[in-house]
C-alpha cells in the first residue's frame, strides 16, 4: 500500500479503482507482498538451516489465487481438515506436501486422512489406535502441546499449555511414539503449534528448546531417526502503529542455534525443519476496502462502514486491533470518532475513540490494514449479509479471485417442505 497525493494504491491500483469496478466491501490483497513475505522469512531460515521448508496454513485464507502464490514460492500446505486437504489437491500438492494436523478427528476423517497420503500429524494418544484400526499412515507425527503457549492475540489464540484443547500431554509423548514404533509405523516427526501472532523472536528460541527436549529424550531412548520437526506458525505481524516488527532473521538465528545445539545433545539424525506460518505471509498483504454509508450523532459520533462484524469477525470477536486508513484525508487532523458495521450487535461497535481525519463524510473509502489472515476465512453471513468479493492485485493489473455472494447463496441447500409453502 502506498499514498500518493492523498489517493490509496494497493500496488498501483487506486482503491477507487477498485471500489468502482467491484464495490464494497472487497478484500484486496497485494500478490508482491506475498511473495516478499515468504521470501524474506524463507532466506531467514534457509541462511541458518538450509533443510528447512514452509509449509502454509491454509485455514488463514483458503483462496486458490492466494494459496497459489504461496505454492508457486515452494511452500507445501498445512491442513487443518480434510476438506483442506482436498484444496491442497486442488492445488496440486499431496503426498508429503501436506501436513494433516485435524483435532478431534471422527472415523471418516481418519478414514480419508490416510487414503490422501499427507503426513498423518496426531493431535492425542488416544487417536493413535483408532487410526491403527483403520490403516498405518506412511509417514506421521504428534503434535505435542509442551506445556506452554502464548499468543499477542488473546488467550482464545494460545493454543498449547493446560487451558489448550490440542497436542498429546508432555508426559505421554515418550508413550504415544513407543506405542507407534510397536505398530510398525517407520518414518516420523514431531510437531507443536504452542500460538500465534508472536513479534518476540526469544520465544521462539524458547518453544524450541521445550519441544527438542521432549522429542530429543524420545529419539535416544526409542531410537527414532526423526525426519522432521515442525514448529507450528505463530510468526507475528504488527497490528498497531508503532509496533515493533518481528525480527525474523533474529528468530531464525535463534531458532537454528538451538535446534543444532538439541540435534547434538541427544545425538539425533539432523531432521528438516519445518514451520507453517499463515499470518506473516498473507496478513499484512490483505485489506478491506470499505465505504462510508452513515453517520451519528448521539451520545458520540459514530460513523458506520459496510466492514462489519460478520466481513472482518477479529474485532468483534478478539478485541482486534485493525488500523483503518481514509482515502483521500490521510493529511487532515484527527477527531475521536466510534466506528461500527451494519450488523444488528452492538459488538459489530469497532470501536468507540479511533482518531479519524475530521472531514471523513458518506461515500468516502475505508482501507481496513492487515486483513489477509483470519479475514475472509472466518466472514459468515449473520443479518441475511453476504460475503464479500475478493480481488488480487499485482502491479497495475486487477483480478476478481472470489464473486461476492448473492441472495442466491443465503437460500442455496434450503428447502421449504411443501406443508409450509
Ligand atoms: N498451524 C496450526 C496447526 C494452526 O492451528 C495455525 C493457526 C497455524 C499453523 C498458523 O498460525 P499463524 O502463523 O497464522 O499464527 N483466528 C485467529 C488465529 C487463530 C490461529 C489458529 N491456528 C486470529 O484471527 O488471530
Not at 493413535?128 to 507425527?141: A, D, F, N, Y
Request: proline fraction near 4%; aromatic fraction near 10%; glycine fraction near 10%.
Amino acid at each position: 500500500m502506498h499514498i500518493q497525493n492523498g489517493q490509496i494504491y494497493l500496488e498501483n491500483v487506486p482503491v477507487t479503482l477498485l471500489a468502482k469496478t467491484y464495490g464494497t466491501p472487497t478484500y484486496v490483497y497485494e500478490e508482491s507482498r506475498i511473495r516478499d513475505n515468504f521470501r524474506r522469512a524463507l532466506n531467514a531460515f534457509r541462511k541458518n538451516y538450509d533443510n528447512f521448508r514452509f509449509f502454509y496454513a491454509i485455514k488463514s485464507n483458503n483462496n486458490l489465487a492466494v494459496a497459489s502464490i504461496l505454492r508457486q514460492e515452494g511452500a507445501g500446505i498445512d491442513a487443518a481438515s480434510v476438506n483442506e486437504i482436498l484444496l491442497a489437491q486442488k492445488l496440486g500438492l499431496g503426498g508429503e506436501d501436506v501436513m494433516f494436523s485435524g483435532n478431534f478427528l471422527s472415523d471418516d476423517d481418519i478414514r480419508q486422512g490416510l487414503e490422501s497420503g499427507v503426513i498423518f500429524n496426531l493431535d492425542d494418544i488416544a487417536l493413535l489406535p483408532r487410526v491403527l484400526k483403520i490403516g498405518t499412515p506412511e509417514i506421521m507425527s504428534f503434535r505435542v502441546n509442551p506445556g506452554y503457549g502464548q499468543s499477542e492475540v488473546g488467550d482464545f489464540v494460545t493454543n498449547a499449555g493446560p487451558n489448550a484443547k490440542f497436542g498429546v500431554h508432555p508426559d505421554q509423548v515418550m508413550d504415544a511414539y513407543r506405542q507407534a514404533k510397536a505398530a510398525g509405523i517407520k518414518r516420523f516427526g514431531a510437531h507443536m503449534m504452542p500460538g500465534s501472532c508472536i513479534r518476540d523472536p526469544e520465544y521462539f528460541r524458547f518453544i524450541t528448546t521445550l519441544l527438542m527436549d521432549i522429542i530429543g529424550k524420545v529419539g535416544k531412548e526409542l531410537d527414532i531417526n526423526f525426519e522432521f520437526i515442525d514448529l507450528g506458525g505463530g510468526l507475528g505481524i504488527p497490528y498497531k502503529p508503532g509496533d515493533d516488527k518481528l525480527d525474523i532473521d533474529q528468530a531464525a538465528a535463534l531458532v537454528a542455534g538451538v535446534f543444532r545445539e538439541k540435534i547434538a545433545e541427544y545425538g539425533l539424525k539432523p531432521p528438516r525443519l519445518m514451520m507453517e506460518p499463515a499470518r506473516y505471509f498473507v496478513g499484512d498483504a490483505g485489506y478491506i476496502l470499505g465505504t462510508v454509508h452513515a453517520i451519528k450523532d448521539s451520545y458520540s459520533r459514530i460513523v458506520g462502514t459496510d466492514v462489519s462484524m460478520n466481513t472482518l469477525a477479529r474485532p468483534a470477536m478478539y478485541g482486534a486491533y485493525h488500523h483503518i486508513y481514509v482515502n483521500g484525508r490521510e493529511d487532515e487532523a484527527r477527531k475521536a470518532v466510534g466506528l461500527c458495521g451494519q450488523v444488528c450487535e452492538n459488538t459489530d461497535f469497532w470501536v468507540r475513540d479511533r482518531m479519524l481525519p475530521e472531514g471523513i463524510d458518506l461515500g468516502d473509502i475505508v482501507v481496513v490494514e492487515n486483513a489477509g489472515a483470519y479475514g475472509y476465512a472466518m466472514s459468515y453471513q449473520y443479518n441475511g449479509r453476504l460475503r464479500p468479493a475478493e480481488v488480487l492485485v499485482r502491479g497495475d493489473q486487477h483480478w476478481l479471485i472470489r464473486e461476492r455472494e448473492t441472495i442466491d447463496d443465503l437460500v442455496r441447500n434450503v428447502t421449504v417442505p411443501e406443508h409450509l409453502i
